[in-house]
């Protein structure tokens, strides 16, 4: 029995043993494999991060290449537009230049009004800007009435003095050709306005359909350096009322002074003496009394009233 025993430890032994060996064998077959699956998952992992750090420089590289080509573009815009105002401005001065060739005053495009002027004896006005080409001075123009017709005309010419020499007294109204002038008389007389005494001259308009009177008035200021002039005409050969003068020089009003405010401080100081040319509003002014035939006529002198 005993040997029966031993026999049979010795048989169980080497399969023992055999087996032993087969358990170690796979378990390091299975640690082998985890190693190996580390790695293959390492080895994948740094590829994937890899192939994420090349996109993102690709996508860096790109970004900078698309903002330098935007800039460039930007660049070549901005030079080619500042080419095209150079070539414009070269262009205008030129233009400029070829008309101050025949004439030292060049007409504005778009004038913008800096004075206006309501005469009721006209239903519609024309306004114009003359710029010196050298100077910088300025001539608005105001006309009422067809210049070139034979009916009643006028017009306003409101000279700023620039860096240009100063105009006499004839070439005020030189920007309007249409008047044929005869010869002024040696004495010229005054009307009394809101800018004080103001020059005026009857002459005669030798209209093709017929003489016509006008009148002629000026006044100049030295500071600040401003002209006012100008001439009303009317359809026959009745003379002028001066009073229309008068009040379309009081109605002569500054729309904007820009940089100048001497000119505003001006037409604010002789707005004080305005008499609103009879306009029978309390709330404007009293009515100016008239001091002619016709208002005799129509309150004749009682006894014992003064």
């Known amino acids: 029995m005993h040997l ?22 796979a378990k390091a077959f299975g640690q082998a494999g985890l190693r190996l699956a580390e790695r293959q998952a390492a080895a994948l992992g ?31 815009g901005c030079a080619l537009a500042a080419m095209g105002l150079l070539a414009a401005e070269v262009m205008t001065r030129g233009s400029l230049v070829a008309e101050a060739a025949d004439t030292e005053w060049v007409e504005v495009n778009r004038p913008f009004p800096a004075f206006a002027l ?17 100077g910088g001075g300025r001539k608005d123009v105001i006309t009422f009435g067809d210049l070139g017709a034979s009916g009643a005309t006028a017009m306003i010419e409101l000279y700023r003095g620039g860096g240009e020499p100063a105009v006499s007294d004839s070439d005020i109204t030189a920007s309007i050709g249409q008047l044929r002038l005869s010869t ?26 017929g003489a016509r ?5 000026s006044r100049s200021f030295e500071e600040p350096r401003f002209e006012i002039a100008g001439w009303f005409c009317n359809a026959g050969e009745e003379l002028v ?11 002569l009003s500054l729309v904007a002074a820009g940089s100048e405010p001497k000119l505003g401080a001006l037409f604010a100081r002789v707005e004080l003496k305005r008499t609103f040319c009879g306009q029978q509003s309390v709330f404007v002014a009293a009515t100016p009394k008239r001091n ?12 014992g009233r003064r």
């Open 292 to 303: 002619d035939w016709i208002e005799a006529v129509r309150d004749p002198r009682l006894r």
């Open 46 to 76: 740094a590829g994937i991060m890899f192939r994420l750090r090349v996109a993102d420089a690709l996508l860096c590289m790109f970004a900078r290449e698309f903002h330098a080509v935007i800039l460039r573009v930007t660049v070549y």
């Open 184 to 209: 002024r008389p040696a004495l010229p007389n005054t009307i009394d306005t809101k800018f004080g005494e103001v020059a005026v001259e009857p002459f005669t308009d030798s209209a093709p359909s």
């Open 241 to 251: 009322d001066r009073r229309i003068i008068a009040c379309a020089i009081d109605r």
């Open 4 to 25: 029966l025993l031993h026999s049979a430890i010795d048989v169980a032994e080497p399969i023992r043993r055999r087996l032993a060996a087969c358990l170690f064998d």
């Open 213 to 217: 009177q006008c009148l002629r008035f």
């Open 118 to 134: 309501a005469m009721p004896e006209f239903d519609e006005q024309r306004y114009a800007i003359w710029r010196h080409a050298s």
